[in-house]
Each structure stands twice: as structure tokens, then as C-alpha cells.
């Protein structure tokens, strides 16, 4: 993959064992087969509190803003991605690997919490098409050089993006440069804690042409470790109107998730 050092992990399962486990889920995946299977790595949950004022005017007023404890969330979070294919068929070089980077904040609709996108940067333009056109989410083209730790060079996941089209921060196209890498043992997070609030979350919701949608997945829980980030530069909020400071409320690294995703439903 462009940008990602050759020592790259790619661990995968059977993606259809994963739907064995659902205990910790807030309510069951959808009846309906999957569409993608998908494979996260080396994500950074770099987590601000926003004033909720700020971001509910941002947010489709058919959606609930989430708070915790007063403060609205919003989430900056560089990974990459592997193994990205519909059911049945094997991943395919040049389509299946690629870089991610997404803004995003914490909504509901009914019963159902979820995250609501602001922007998703992708380093796969075909991707980024794809899903403009299918999930109707906001992807943009970036330009991303992303190097992972080795053996033989251990560290922290260095990570440079560069928007290449779509809306602008202050001073050009919005980007992220930086390095993390966790400080900590993985565990996953308690029931009614803050950062379950932030990660256990099993739907999107999209707003295109005055229309609102959501899109079910499923992973196991999230194994979250404790994490060190020192960014160097993030425009990535300034296309909403504000500026975030270099230093997160709450930084948490994790090595990989295995996702399955389902079709968009329109809502009423």
C-alpha cells in the first residue's frame, strides 16, 4: 500500500464468526447480510470536549447531540485499513489497503447512539467516490504517507494527511501531521463510562440532500489502550468554523478492529 511501510499486519478472520459475538452490543445486528467487511489498524481516538452549542448547530437538527456529563465530543482518528470487500469475494491490491482520517461527533436517533461524520479523508480516490456515492458520506481525496512501527525499528505510528479537494481550512486544504503509540495494556471500556460513550457505537448516520440515513456495523468491543500523541499540525476542524488545539482531551490508540458493515436505510 502507498504510503505504509512493507512490514504491514494484516491479520483477518472469517469475517461471519464475528456475528457470534454480540453480548456486548446494544442491540442485535440487522437480520440482512452484510455488505463489507473491513479490517482497522493502528487507530489514534484523539477526543475533544466541544461546548454543545458549537456542534449542534453543525448537526442535522433529526439528530440527537450526545452529551457526556455536560460536554459535547468531537474525534479526530488517523488509522488505516485492510482487507475492505463485499462478502464473498477476496480483497483486491491497489483497492482493499488504504489510509482513513475522520472528524466526527456523537448522535442518536430513537434508540439507536451513533457517530455522524463531519469529514472522512481517504487515500483511495476510488474508495472516496464509492463512498460519496453509496453511504452518502462526506469522503475527500487526501494525500497520506503513513509509517508503521517494526521490529527492527519500533516506535510510534508516524502519520502525515493532506486533503487534496473539498472544503478548506483557514490556510489551504486541512491536514494532519503526527506520531502515537500506546502507553498502556488494552482493556475494554466499562458500561456507562465515558469512553464506551466514545467507541461502542454500532451505527452511522449520513445527512445527503435534506436526507437522513444509517448504516448498521458490528465489531467485537474495543480493546483501547492508553496512548501518547504529539501532533504537530491539525486543521482537521477548522473547515466547521474552530480551530483544535494540538493537545486532545483523551488520546487512545487501538491495534485493530475487524468490521462488518451493512447497506444505508433511508429514514423517515
Not at 12 to 30: E, I, K
Not at 135 to 147: D, N, V
Not at 247 to 267: C, F, G, N, Q, S
Request: proline content about 10%; aromatic content about 14%.
Amino acid at each position: 500500500m502507498s504510503g505504509v511501510d512493507a512490514d504491514v499486519r494484516t491479520e483477518y478472520l472469517g469475517a461471519d464468526s464475528l456475528l457470534y459475538a454480540v453480548d456486548h452490543r446494544p442491540w442485535m445486528p440487522p437480520d440482512g447480510p452484510w455488505i463489507m467487511a473491513q479490517t482497522w489498524h493502528d487507530l489514534a481516538f484523539l477526543h475533544y470536549a466541544i461546548e454543545p452549542g458549537v456542534l449542534r448547530a453543525l448537526v442535522p437538527s433529526q439528530l440527537t447531540l450526545d452529551t457526556y456529563s455536560g460536554n459535547a465530543w468531537l474525534s479526530v482518528i488517523p488509522f488505516w485499513m485492510s482487507n475492505v470487500r463485499p462478502p464473498g469475494v477476496p480483497a483486491v491490491p491497489g483497492f482493499s489497503k488504504f489510509g482513513e482520517l475522520n472528524v466526527r461527533t456523537y448522535v442518536s436517533y430513537g434508540d439507536k447512539p451513533g457517530v455522524y461524520f463531519f469529514s472522512l479523508d481517504a487515500q483511495n480516490l476510488s474508495a472516496v467516490w464509492g463512498a460519496r456515492v453509496f453511504y452518502r458520506l462526506p469522503y475527500w481525496h487526501a494525500q497520506m504517507k503513513i509509517g508503521l512501527p517494526t521490529k527492527q525499528e519500533p516506535g510510534p505510528v508516524r502519520y502525515q494527511s493532506k486533503r487534496l479537494h473539498g472544503p478548506k481550512a483557514a490556510n489551504g486544504m486541512p491536514e494532519f501531521r503526527g506520531a502515537y503509540g500506546p502507553t498502556g495494556e488494552a482493556s475494554a471500556p466499562k458500561r456507562g463510562s465515558l469512553n464506551a460513550f466514545l467507541v461502542e457505537r454500532y451505527c452511522l448516520y449520513a445527512w445527503n440532500r435534506q436526507k437522513l440515513y444509517r448504516a448498521e456495523i458490528h465489531h467485537l468491543p474495543w480493546a483501547l489502550q492508553p496512548a501518547a500523541a504529539a501532533v504537530e499540525a491539525n486543521t482537521m476542524a477548522e473547515p466547521l468554523g474552530f480551530a483544535l488545539p494540538l493537545e486532545a482531551d483523551i488520546t487512545h490508540y487501538a491495534r485493530m478492529a475487524k468490521v462488518l458493515v451493512w447497506p444505508p436505510e433511508r429514514l423517515k
